[in-house]
């Protein structure tokens, strides 16, 4: 395992690691569990906040566009919306965020981090670190509800973990 030297290539390892654990996470939840109501919300609401902030937020949420199932409301976790999304369109929008931020982390370096992104007060380096600390917040409640329930702890990859090949369990 070779370790990152420079703050942007830390930050990539970081994310990919997290987006595995998302991923990972998404796919551990138990169909069952998808309409189920935690905190006033649907469970597949919940994991929509989280898509949809760490899509708005990662790289400006200034400069945004809102995904074409997207309607007001439905990323707050705190409005009841009618409707519903299901596991593969969440899945599909999972996979057009991963690449679309893995995309822009190789257009950064370092100098570019403490940069501040067109019409947005924050630079590059607090919204990623932003949405990294929301993103564990996100990962930690969505665990908790298949833990609960099930008595499994999802696969998360930690700091020296390697990324899994093939088949995998998707819990420890």
């Not at 309409?35 to 609401?45: A, G, Q, R, V």
């Not at 007060?121 to 930690?140: K, V, W």
């Not at 609960?148 to 819990?171: C, H, K, N, T, V």
Request: hydrophobic content about 35%; aromatic content about 14%; some cysteine.
């Amino acid at each position: 395992m070779i370790i990152p030297s420079n703050y942007i290539d830390i930050i990539k390892d970081q994310t990919s690691r997290t987006l595995w654990s998302l991923n990972n996470v998404i796919d551990a939840i138990p169909d069952s569990y998808w309409e189920k109501i935690y905190c006033d919300m649907p469970l597949w609401k919940h994991v929509y906040h989280t898509l949809h902030s760490l899509d708005m937020w990662y790289i400006n949420p200034l400069v945004y566009e809102e995904p074409p199932f997207h309607k007001e409301g439905l990323n707050d976790l705190d409005a009841a919306v009618e409707g519903y999304l299901s596991r593969e369109l969440l899945k599909e929008y999972y996979q057009d965020i991963k690449d679309k931020i893995l995309t822009y982390l190789d257009g950064l370096d370092d100098r570019k981090l403490l940069e501040t992104p067109d019409k947005c007060p924050y630079t590059r380096f607090h919204l990623i670190l932003a949405q990294h600390r929301h993103l564990d917040m996100h990962i930690g409640m969505l665990m908790g509800y298949v833990i609960a329930g099930e008595d499994l702890w999802p696969r998360i990859m930690g700091l020296q973990s390697e990324f899994p090949e093939g088949e995998y369990s998707l819990y420890f």
